[in-house]
């Protein structure tokens, strides 16, 4: 008796959930006019792929050009470091990371959208293990390559047409 209280409780809950509207944090709702797009950029690289993959897990169907399908153009990343601190001697102690990209899309009968995607991150300078600092910024350029991609998807779920 008790177990069905409680399952008849869980579902009545879960509908009012389902019926006012909410949604799991992540799941992308992207507009029906995107759910086939075409995918611009140097398709051989990590972040192309990336956001490829994304695009497919929000359940966006990847067509080639035929002009009437909305095109997404992805351009190449940037990275630059800049010198955040340095110690009594004027030796960098810290770097910033910025890393960003640019992404337009382009419906039919719609003017063209330009985003940006920009992220700043720091690292430590360990001049005597050059090996760990050079792998730092590795995995801190992966997780931004991550980052943005989630980003792009993100940004294209709130666009309205």
């Known amino acids: 008796m008790f177990t069905r209280i409680k399952a008849i409780m869980l579902l009545s809950l879960t509908l009012l959930l389902t019926a006012c509207g909410f949604q799991l944090r992540g799941g ?3 507009p029906p006019e995107l759910h086939r797009l075409v995918l611009a950029g140097d398709d051989k690289t990590p972040f192309y792929r990336l956001v490829s993959a994304r695009l ?3 359940g966006v169907q990847l ?3 035929d002009g009437a399908t909305p ?3 992805i351009a190449p990343l940037g990275q630059s470091n800049t010198t955040a601190s340095v110690d009594t001697r004027a030796d960098t102690l810290e ?3 910025r890393f960003g990209t640019r992404f337009t899309l382009d419906v039919p009968g719609e003017p063209r959208q330009a985003f940006n995607v920009a992220f700043n991150r720091s ?3 360990k001049s005597d293990q050059a090996l760990a600092s050079s792998r730092e910024q590795q995995q801190l350029r ?3 390559e991550h980052e943005a991609a989630e980003q792009i998807v993100r940004q ?3 666009l309205s047409f």
């Open 95 to 97: 770097y910033a990371m």
């Open 28 to 30: 992308d709702n992207l």
């Open 123 to 125: 690292f430590l300078d």
């Open 156 to 158: 294209l779920s709130r």
């Open 71 to 73: 095109v997404l153009t």
């Open 63 to 65: 067509v080639e050009a």
């Open 142 to 144: 992966e997780q931004m």
């Open 56 to 58: 497919l897990r929000a």
